[in-house]
Structure formats: C-alpha cells, structure tokens
C-alpha cells in the first residue's frame, strides 16, 4: 500500500489549488484521512481531515478557504483538498495520512511523502 500526493505547484497570491491524495495497492477500503501540512520546517500541523463516516472539519483558521472531500466509491481511495484564495503563508509541503484496511491485516496508518505548495510572493 502506497499513498501518494498530488496536485501541488506554483501559484500566485489568491489563486487555487487542489490536491488529491491517492491510495494505491491492494487494500479493502481507506477509512480516515487527514491533510497536514509543514511550513518552513516546523512541525506538521493539521489542515483538515474526512472521517470514514463521511463528517469532516477543516482547522478554523482555514475555514472558508479549504475544503476536504472524498471520491464516492466503494474503495474511498482518493481525496480530494481544494485550497482557494491562497496566501504566501500558505507555502509548504502538504501530506496526507490515511487509515487504510486490508483484509488479514486490519487496518493500519499509511503517510504520503508530501506535495509542495508555493505561494508566490
């Protein structure tokens, strides 16, 4: 099982983005999902995360900018964090952590390595 970002770039002050986070592999389904984010080499901090029964939250100081969504199949393997009105301090890598089950094995904690975002100034 692999998890794998995308959808990162350049953009300017105000622009949007939108990033997926895609499990790849043999698994049964992917249950939570959570975006991080680590600016300037600090500590990962949560952006937003989807639980396996469908509720959401994005951080406050995000709220009305970010948004989290999921695909709608019986898998749930991709999901989906669209960014909008993005500012300079938006700038970092983006990862995702997701809650992946695999029949046999249960289910266990996988983590992407990362997307950047920049922001331009």
């Known amino acids: 099982v692999e998890v794998l970002e995308s959808g990162g770039g350049l953009v300017q002050p105000g622009g949007s983005l939108t990033l997926s986070c895609t499990v790849h592999?043999?698994?049964?389904?992917?249950?939570?999902v959570a975006w991080y984010r680590q600016i300037s080499g600090k500590q990962r901090d949560l952006v937003a995360a989807?639980?396996?029964?469908?509720?959401?939250?994005?951080t406050s100081s995000l709220q009305g900018r970010f948004a989290i969504s999921r695909d709608n199949t019986e898998r749930k393997g991709t999901t989906f964090l669209q960014m909008n009105d993005l500012k300079f301090e938006d700038t970092g890598v983006y990862f995702c952590?997701?809650?992946?089950?695999?029949?046999?094995?249960?289910?266990?904690?996988?983590w992407g390595h990362g997307t950047q975002v920049t922001v331009l100034s």
């Open positions: 592999g043999r698994y049964n389904t992917v249950g939570d």
């Open positions: 989807t639980a396996d029964d469908g509720t959401s939250n994005i």
């Open positions: 952590k997701a809650a992946v089950f695999v029949a046999g094995t249960g289910e266990s904690t996988f």
